[in-house]
């Protein structure tokens, strides 16, 4: 059977016996599919760095229709991200990166929007040294493509309009909150972290300076967006409590 080619980046890997991985990996032409790395955790292996957590590699496998798994073959990287992979602050930004798609990717779905997305916020990470604007336009962003995004506009309980005033939102319900309508243990959400919001909706991440003043902006759109994506997947990020210790 003849190898499969894609251009990829490596989600996460697991050891597989004594001497193989298990890769997750999400193919520009393939979509998010599992595959076995066979003799990647050998000191001498053809692999090297490539399956580095959000490495970028053009990948060879091959698939058998009666195998969940594919079989690996080989792993040739497209580009280096050295820097966020071994510094630990900026690995945990690539550590959330890499649960939110493992969680919100379905298997064998193709999806170009989000794997420009997670290449871009790797890129940015990378080549900023700092995870917190990047990760909130990624988070932003999965919430958007996922059909998750709340009216910006409108109090999802009483439908007051929510101009300029602050607003809460929490894991439990979907939507934004006023005032009058929160309950205890919401998160708030500024007008100034919606306002940033719509400049992400309209504005290519590499394209926006970050300054002082966007950073707490920026933890609250992202805080938010990751409570809508842990809603709608029904399942807590194992990898946020990393943020604030980063």
Known sequence: MPARETEALILKTFPLGEAD??????????????????GARRLKNRYGSTLEILSHVQLW???????????????EPLESFHKAQSDYGLSTGLAVVSEVSELVLPEHEVSEPMFRLILL?????ERTGDWTLPLSYFAFWTVRLGGWLPRFDRCADCDAALGSQTVFCDAHQPGLFCEKCRRTGMRPLRHESR?????????????????????????????????????????????????ETS
């Open 21 to 38: 991985r298990l890769v997750s990996f999400f193919g520009r032409s393939s979509g998010r599919v599992r595959g076995v790395a066979a």
């Open 121 to 125: 916020t790797v890129r940015e990470i």
């Open 61 to 75: 496998y091959v698939e058998k229709e009666t195998r969940e798994l594919v079989r690996i073959q080989q792993a």
């Open 195 to 243: 306002m940033l919001a719509e400049r992400f909706a309209g504005e290519r991440l590499d394209r926006i300076a970050p300054d002082k003043l966007m950073q707490a902006s920026a933890k609250e759109l992202r805080e938010a967006s990751l409570t809508w994506i842990e809603h709608n997947v029904e399942k807590r990020l194992a990898t946020r409590g990393l943020l």
